[in-house]
């Protein structure tokens, strides 16, 4: 059973997929998580604070994703292919990936902002330059395992270059063909109604 905070953060998350943040009420999340609202806003704070912790966990979870394609031994050698995969496939599943990694925060978006003084210590978001540093550093770090020290430098150019073209095809699919392994409709239709 979720704990309070995360079936709030649930709860939080499926009224983003159907209304715009700003028609997001803390007594209807409350509500739909089977707490009270006193407890939402011990946990958050406030809408911000629940904001904030809402798009922290989005990172947070892109960011296990890329870890678990990274640590799948059988991807040594398509690393980057398959980073650049699960990129796209995290990037249209989620609208607050999307915004993380491109930097493109819809007016029906949670705004990203300093980590509330509330109860939590929820650490500051990364931009999407840091957020694609850290993803390529990991990627370096995982897959340069077994290269010599010397191609350490194209490796970290090719998960680079790889991440840069996942995010182009997050952001501008090609509807009709679909990357393997990436459904290219309904997800982009979630984006597009977030802009």
Same mark, same amino acid.
């Given at each position: ?8 953060? !649930? +709860? ?27 407890? @939402? ?18 990172? !947070? ?14 991807? *040594? ?18 609208? @607050? ?11 029906? &978006?949670?705004?990203?902002?300093? %980590? ?14 840091? @957020?694609?540093?850290?993803? *390529? ?5 995982? &897959? ?28 501008? %699919?090609?509807? +009709? ?15 597009? +109604?977030?802009?």
């Amino acid at each position: 059973m979720p704990s309070a905070r995360e079936a709030l953060l !649930d +709860s939080a998350q499926s009224a983003l997929r159907t209304r715009p943040w700003t028609a997001v009420r803390m007594v209807d999340v409350a509500a739909r998580a089977g707490v009270s609202r006193q407890t @939402l806003y011990n946990e958050f704070g406030s809408k911000d604070g629940l904001a904030h912790a809402l798009v922290r966990r989005a990172a !947070d979870g892109y960011l296990a994703g890329v870890d678990r394609t990274l640590g799948d031994g059988r991807v *040594r050698g398509d690393g980057p292919a398959e980073l650049a995969r699960w990129t796209v496939r995290a990037a249209r599943a989620n609208v @607050l990936v999307m915004a993380l990694l491109t930097g493109v925060w819809g007016e029906h &978006l949670p705004r990203p902002g300093d %980590p509330p003084d509330g109860r939590r210590t929820d650490t500051a978001l990364p931009t999407p330059t840091e @957020l694609l540093t850290l993803v *390529r550093d990991r990627a370096v770090a995982a &897959l340069g395992r077994e290269a010599p020290p010397r191609d350490a430098a194209e490796l970290a150019l090719t998960c680079e270059i790889a991440l840069r073209l996942a995010l182009s095809y997050a952001l501008v %699919p090609a509807d +009709s063909v679909a990357a393997p392994g990436v459904s290219a409709s309904t997800p982009t239709a979630a984006v597009r +109604s977030h802009r």
